[in-house]
């Protein structure tokens, strides 16, 4: 009887650790803060050249313009766009359910609830990525994302996660009936599990290849322009990285001077590409 206890005290640990976890945002939470802060640096650094230029660009655009370093990556690249979509709507799902904003139990309110919960971030992630990159990037997006979601209610069902509610006695666990003698199919535990390890390979795997591929692909992050830039007496027509408006003009990365400048009379360029890609360089 007493190793009995030891392991119902150890299995509810293994629960309330689960349950914080996911309170904080979970794995999935640590990524995409990793990726925020590291990809957008590594993006100006490989696309300027690295040191004394990524540090101007950076100071150039100024710190309320650094987010569009991401926001840029993220709109030229649909495959980085439609991941990235996908293990947002998860991760927020999943830190909101292990905050009860999911509710738990029977009745068809609550089935009404839960389906509407897990069905209304995917339908508008998929319309932005849609309106962004066509309707077929939006649809595959949409129903990964829903998938996802989905796989965090069976999770509930199944045990693999538990809701912080009913701290005492028998847990109801998210699309149960509120039995305690539940036991849920050996179909539903597998598709539980394949929906976890899918959502690991694209959080921890998929999509931080994919941004560092985009950080390295020597494009630009945002508008490649052509100048008149004026130095002294001198003007010349060089190509910017657009890093903001100033007036009519724009301030950016001179790509022939290597510096920052002000150019006036600019037009836009149909290429991003600024170098070759890494892994030719």
């Not at 590594?42 to 990524?54: L, R, S």
């Not at 990037?137 to 999770?155: C, H, I, Q």
């Not at 941004?211 to 322009?225: K, N, R």
Request: a positive charge.
């Amino acid at each position: 009887m007493a190793e009995t206890g030891s392991d119902t005290r150890t299995g509810s640990d293994g629960e309330d650790a689960a349950r914080s976890a996911d309170r904080k945002g979970g794995p999935g939470h640590t990524v995409l803060l990793a990726v925020a802060l590291a990809v957008p640096v590594t993006k100006v650094a490989y696309t300027v050249g690295g040191g004394a230029a990524a540090r101007d660009v950076f100071i150039g655009m100024e710190p309320a313009n650094w987010p569009d370093v991401l926001i840029g990556m993220v709109l030229t690249d649909p495959l980085l766009a439609s991941v990235l979509a996908v293990v947002v709507s998860r991760v927020v799902f999943a830190l909101f359910a292990a905050r009860g904003a999911v509710p738990v139990g029977g009745g068809v309110l609550r089935a009404l609830q839960r389906a509407a919960l897990t069905v209304v971030n995917p339908v508008a992630m998929g319309v932005v990525d849609a309106c962004f990159f066509g309707p077929w990037w939006g649809l595959g997006t949409g129903l990964a994302a829903y998938a996802l979601r989905k796989g965090v209610v069976v999770e509930y069902r199944t045990g693999r996660r538990r809701s912080h509610v009913h701290r005492a006695g028998p847990r109801a666990t998210a699309g149960s009936h509120g039995d305690g003698g539940y036991r849920p199919s050996r179909g539903l535990r597998r598709t539980a599990a394949l929906e976890q390890w899918a959502a690991l390979g694209l959080t921890t795997l998929a999509l931080p290849v994919l941004a560092f591929v985009a950080a390295l692909d020597g494009q630009a992050w945002t508008s490649i322009v052509r100048c008149q830039v004026t130095d002294g007496t001198r003007t010349e027509n060089n190509r910017l990285i657009e890093l903001g408006r100033k007036g009519n003009g724009v301030v950016g990365w001179n790509l022939d001077t290597e510096e920052i400048s002000n150019g006036a009379g600019c037009t836009g360029e149909e290429s991003l590409y600024v170098r070759e890609p890494w892994w030719r360089d």
